[in-house]
């Protein structure tokens, strides 16, 4: 059973140019989270999404920074002209619901690689 | 809001021995999550081991076992016999219940040493 995939493990861009960091979850799992690690420090929550929506995205810079889960296709994370404090690791999660259990909760979060994005 | 602290930056241990990482945290919850979390050389986040603060009973996954203090807010993580390929950057993590994102602490890198 696959893990969470994310690609491209490494992305290097210049100031202004855009970022677009994609995540595929786990097999039979139904939500994703992107977290952001920058140097030295524990990871931040980022953005909570099910297929097609956006449940919490109360981590999320209000502009620039955008997230997506579609019907079909991996989750897609983007940064639009970057900047230099851009640079960190960006992981996915995801997780499955728990079933019988009301309000729905998730389950334990499992991670992909990482993306590692260097802005020049 | 919830706060995990880690106040240990690092440590180390020689090979074959015993190591506690700590963590304390802060909440008004009565029932949430706690985990701890590995991140090796690799970057990689892998998962260690798993507290449902409902159930009394300490986790334990094969050489790593939890100390859960519910009262104290405290999740301390034992490493026995210690493995080269357990030096990492340790992360503990707290989730409320029906919550669905994870806060962690800053991390304390452990180094095993032969």
């Known amino acids: 059973n696959a893990g969470v995939m994310q690609n491209p493990r490494h992305l290097v861009r210049r100031r202004g140019q855009e970022a677009r960091l994609r995540c595929s979850p786990m097999k039979g799992h139904s939500h994703v989270y992107w977290y952001r690690q920058l140097p030295e420090e524990g990871l931040k929550f980022m953005v909570y999404l099910q297929k097609e929506n956006i449940i919490d995205e109360s981590g999320m810079p209000k502009e620039r920074f955008s997230a997506e889960f579609p019907k079909e296709g991996p989750s897609i994370l983007r940064i639009q002209q970057v900047v230099r404090g851009d640079s960190a690791a960006y992981f996915c999660?995801?997780?499955?619901?728990?079933?019988?259990?009301?309000?729905?909760?998730?389950?334990?979060?499992?991670f992909g690689p990482g993306t590692r994005l260097t802005v020049l | 809001a919830q706060t995990v602290t880690q106040s240990q930056p690092e440590m180390s241990v020689q090979e074959a021995e015993t190591v506690t990482l700590s963590c304390t945290y802060d909440t008004s919850e009565s029932n949430y999550y706690l985990f701890w979390y590995k991140q090796p050389p690799s970057r990689q986040m892998i998962l260690v081991i798993r507290q449902e603060a409902y159930k009394q009973q300490n986790a334990t996954e094969n050489r790593f076992s939890v100390n859960f203090q519910k009262a104290a807010k405290s999740f301390s993580l034992k490493i026995s016999d210690s493995q080269l390929g357990d030096t990492a950057m340790y992360f503990c993590?707290?989730?409320?219940?029906?919550?669905?994102?994870?806060?962690f602490g800053a991390g304390t890198i452990l180094r095993v040493k032969s």
């Open positions: 999660a995801s997780s499955r619901n728990l079933p019988g259990q009301y309000p729905p909760s998730s389950d334990t979060q499992y």
């Open positions: 993590a707290f989730m409320k219940e029906y919550g669905n994102k994870l806060v």
